[in-house]
């Protein structure tokens, strides 16, 4: 009952920038973490950057200083803003969030949401 939808995604020479959009909707309860994960060709799913409700934020070492995560809880929507790219960022950026959603008259809780993906090619 909970759709991510991503957008944002396309082609970039390397040093360039871009923003990915990630907007939630359904029957939402509340978005706890939010997040966004990418997927290179032959390589495993990684972390890029998390940020919860409160606007706390984490990244790993391949990112930081370079992308920044947020977030706009009133419109249950999330942003990543990506600069200085470069050619090992190429890969299909998935949206994540964990939360609750009504189902019915009550709601379930704890549950994990992923988006499609999309496409981030950085040309060297």
């Known amino acids: 009952q909970v759709q991510l939808v991503e957008s944002g995604g396309g082609l970039v020479q390397a040093g360039g920038s871009l923003r990915l959009s990630c907007a939630a909707s359904?029957?939402?309860?509340?978005?706890?973490?939010m997040g966004w994960y990418r997927q290179a060709p032959g390589n495993q799913r990684e972390l890029v950057a998390t940020?919860?409700?409160?606007?706390?934020?984490n990244y790993p070492d391949s990112v930081k200083g370079r992308f920044t995560i947020s977030r706009d809880n009133a419109k249950n929507t999330m942003y990543l803003q990506m600069n200085s790219l470069k050619a090992e960022d190429t890969a299909v950026y998935y949206c994540y969030a964990q939360g609750s959603y009504y189902r019915g008259t009550y709601f379930v809780t704890g549950e994990d949401f992923w988006g499609q993906g999309t496409q981030v090619t950085v040309s060297s």
């Open positions: 359904g029957n939402i309860f509340s978005i706890n973490v």
């Open positions: 940020i919860t409700s409160g606007r706390r934020t």
